[in-house]
């Protein structure tokens, strides 16, 4: 194994998405790829990443209360290192008290050697206190208490407090801070059900089945993916149930021709070519090249020969595929408020105003795509948020101008229950443990 420091590369992890607005996701792979890094540190490097994303705001009223230097006056790399520290003490119980402070102190010394008496008398302070972080004074402001104990910031509590009220919106907030499962889906092409999860369980992996989906299962006790048999010979995708679900209720058929028009990475994409068989042809569009290269990846790995990858953006109307595909899929640029529990850093990164303006972006992609419908074809709009202005009003506003759309009947059995009366499915990560979803299912008629 390589000789490595797993805080000093959980620092670093922290550092990127903080300077570089990075995915946790995304940069916790760049920082472990092709490194030997042993099972418990790689576990303990995302422990601390992910600890801290999820419980920054708490961890922030914290610090700011032992600390006599302002927060927006502290180092972002040394504010990283209190961070990791206070969560080191407040939630992880097998670590020595006196090596988070040693480790803390000689991280920050490399830093800048000046701050180290200020990080060592800090958290000493802190263990001195019984690791008290007294909240008493903010009971009495709903927002702000709910904001510093579920660290979410406050304009999003404020409104899901008037969106969905007090007790769901508690249920909300938490579960938005609990550690999902890994879910992936079976490759149905290559292997059966039963024998990918005995191969599974052969690795010392603990799996079970969806609730919602056949072709779904969560693991437990993996540790490197890409180094997984299973998955190198693709035999299964890592994709969250809920997304699964779009595709299962789009219902494609062998033979059909689809457009996926927000395609990347392919997750869907690929679902459609295994529901259909490999056979048929899926268009998948994307804005970005090096997306579209994750689709090349997962289709050869996945042995999917059907899709055929194109770079274009939604927003411009291809007047050439004007009403040429049965069945269309939008799968929404958008907040990204549904899967907090995959990438905590989104709360943290978005605003109202991005909400709004998004929201015209997707109404706009919806229309062109509508285009594109043959007569009697279908139209699926699906989302990972759960903000209604994203969903259910994007789609309200669409057909209110395309009167020759109606809301399509969902068949998938297994969602009935979560149908609502508008016809739309809609997931949450507090109801279902699934990531937040929202999917429209529309059908041209004239």
């Known amino acids: 194994m390589d000789k490595v420091n797993a805080r000093k590369i959980a620092l670093d992890i922290l550092n990127d ?8 996701n995304i940069s916790i792979r760049k920082h472990l790829r092709d490194r030997n890094i ?20 708490y961890l922030d009223y914290g610090i700011r209360s032992y600390s006599k230097i302002r927060l927006k006056k502290i180092d972002k790399s040394i504010l990283n290192v209190l961070r990791m520290s206070f969560y080191q003490l407040i939630y992880l119980d097998k670590i020595p008290k006196f090596a988070v402070v040693d480790e803390a102190v000689n991280m920050s010394k490399k830093i800048n050697f000046k701050t180290k008496g200020f990080v060592n008398a800090l958290l000493r302070n802190f263990i001195r206190n019984d690791l008290k972080i007294s909240v008493d004074k903010i009971k009495s402001d709903e927002i702000e208490y709910l904001s510093v104990i579920y660290s979410h910031p406050q304009w999003l509590v404020e409104r899901w407090l008037k969106e ?16 999902p499962k890994l879910t992936v889906r079976i490759n149905t092409l290559k292997v059966k059900k039963d024998d990918l999860i005995d191969e599974l369980k052969k690795e010392k992996i603990r799996v079970a089945e969806c609730t919602y989906v056949e072709e779904g299962l969560t693991l437990e006790g993996v540790s490197n993916l890409d180094k997984l048999k299973a998955f190198k010979e693709g035999k299964f995708q890592v994709q969250d149930e809920s997304s699964m679900l779009v595709s299962k209720i789009l219902n494609p058929k062998a033979g059909d021709k689809i ?3 927000c395609s990347a990475p392919g997750g869907k994409a690929t679902h459609m070519a295994q529901i259909m068989n490999n056979k048929g042809q899926i268009v998948a569009r994307d804005i970005h090249e ?18 055929k990858t ?17 069945k269309v899929l939008v799968d929404a640029p958008c907040s990204g408020l ?13 605003t109202s105003e991005d909400i709004s303006s998004i929201s015209e972006l997707q109404l706009e992609i919806l229309n062109i795509a509508s285009k594109y419908v043959k007569l009697g074809g279908t139209l ?31 068949e998938e059995e297994s969602v009935l229950n979560l149908v609502g009366d508008n016809g739309f499915v809609k997931l949450y990560p507090n109801m279902e443990k699934t990531d937040g979803f929202f999917i429209a299912k529309l059908k041209k008629i004239t």
């Not at 099972?39 to 419980?55: M, P, S, T």
């Not at 790995?301 to 059907?306: A, D, P, Q, T």
């Not at 194109?310 to 049965?326: F, P, R, V």
């Not at 709009?381 to 789609?395: A, G, H, M, P």
């Open 164 to 179: 969905f009220g007090r007790d769901f919106t508690k249920d909300l907030l938490k579960a938005n801070n609990e550690t």
């Open 259 to 261: 457009l996926d028009v």
């Open 310 to 326: 194109q770079k274009w953006d939604a927003t411009n109307l291809d007047e050439s595929q004007i009403n040429k595909y049965d």
């Open 17 to 24: 998405i903080e300077e570089n607005k990075a995915y946790s």
């Open 38 to 57: 042993s099972k418990v540190d790689r576990n303990l490097i995302r422990e601390l990443v992910y600890g801290v994303l999820e419980n920054k705001i």
């Open 380 to 410: 699926l709009y699906s989302t990972c948020t759960i903000e209604k202005v994203e969903n259910d009003l994007v789609v309200e506003k669409f057909l209110n101008s395309n009167k020759n759309f109606i809301v399509e009947k969902i």
């Open 338 to 350: 549904g899967i907090i529990r995959r990438k905590p850093e989104l709360k943290y990164n978005k």
């Open 290 to 307: 090096h997306k579209l290269k994750l689709i090349h990846e997962n289709s050869n790995r996945l042995g999917i020969n059907i899709i």
